[in-house]
């Protein structure tokens, strides 16, 4: 019998399918449960908030079903995981839809790319980028324990027409860049958070998955 439990909250905005999917193929000994009931997140032992789709949406039914306050809760103690627009939703302020406040858990804005997008890097300089950023991108990390087994600099699978501009540099924990920097990743204490999309990152995606399933909540 299983003896954890992993919450992914189910708001309908997130990929729950294949986020669920991806848990409970690297669990051993945790319990997947995709549920929208307030008490049995609350009761879990690690919790998931992912997101697809428009902020002004997203951050509607958060507000709606009162998630914004179940977050809030969970993010005190709990190994908390964002994912894509989870990790957009939890910053200050999103510029889609003409502005869109968010939870402001971790300090930065939510941008557009910009079209056209410009590369400034490498290969890429001077060339004119599609938006949305779609396909496998490298993450340059910062020492995380969600880092443990996944080589610096790994490829992970990203779709977004916005990007994450954190304000406090110490809270991110992993560095991507498209046409710009962005931040891929972030997190402060107990909470972790990632632009990209771990269940559709193969081997990379999958050990960070297990990664947080066996996270205590220690930075």
């Given at each position: 019998?299983?003896?954890?439990?992993?919450?992914?909250?189910?708001?309908?905005?997130?990929?729950?399918?294949?986020?669920s999917?991806?848990?409970e193929?690297?669990?051993?000994?945790?319990?997947?449960?995709?549920?929208?009931?307030?008490?049995?997140?609350?009761?879990?032992?690690?919790?998931?908030?992912?997101?697809?789709?428009?902020?002004?949406?997203?951050?509607?039914?958060?507000?709606?079903?009162?998630?914004?306050?179940?977050?809030a809760?969970?993010?005190?103690?709990?190994?908390?995981?964002?994912?894509?627009v989870?990790?957009?939703?939890?910053?200050?302020?999103?510029?889609?839809?003409?502005?869109?406040?968010?939870?402001?858990?971790?300090?930065?804005?939510?941008?557009?790319f910009?079209?056209?997008?410009?590369?400034?890097?490498?290969?890429?300089?001077g060339?004119?980028?599609?938006v949305?950023?779609?396909?496998?991108?490298?993450?340059?990390?910062?020492?995380?324990?969600?880092?443990?087994?996944?080589?610096?600099?790994?490829?992970?699978?990203?779709?977004?027409?916005?990007?994450?501009?954190?304000?406090?540099?110490?809270?991110?924990?992993?560095?991507?860049?498209y046409?710009k920097?962005?931040?891929?990743?972030?997190?402060?204490?107990?909470?972790?958070?990632?632009?990209?999309?771990?269940?559709?990152?193969?081997?990379?995606?999958?050990?960070?998955?297990?990664?947080?399933?066996?996270?205590?909540?220690?930075?």
């Open positions: 019998m299983s003896s954890k439990i992993c919450a992914v909250i189910d708001y309908g905005m997130g990929n729950l399918h294949s986020a999917k991806a848990l193929f690297v669990s051993d000994n945790t319990q997947v449960l995709v549920t929208s009931d307030p008490e049995t997140i609350l009761k879990a032992d690690h919790v998931v908030l992912p997101g697809v789709g428009a902020m002004r949406d997203c951050m509607g039914e958060i507000k709606r079903l009162g998630v914004d306050q179940v977050v809760e969970v993010a005190k103690s709990k190994p908390l995981l964002g994912i894509c989870g990790m957009q939703a939890m910053m200050n302020h999103s510029q889609e839809n003409n502005g869109v406040d968010c939870l402001k858990h971790f300090e930065g804005e939510v941008e557009f910009g079209n056209p997008l410009i590369g400034t890097q490498g290969s890429e300089d060339v004119k980028l599609k949305p950023h779609m396909g496998w991108n490298q993450v340059k990390q910062v020492a995380h324990p969600l880092w443990n087994g996944i080589e610096d600099e790994a490829r992970f699978y990203f779709v977004h027409s916005y990007f994450v501009n954190a304000k406090n540099p110490s809270q991110v924990k992993g560095h991507g860049h046409g920097d962005f931040a891929a990743a972030v997190g402060q204490d107990n909470v972790f958070a990632v632009q990209f999309h771990p269940e559709k990152s193969h081997k990379a995606g999958l050990q960070l998955l297990q990664n947080f399933l066996n996270w205590d909540g220690q930075p």
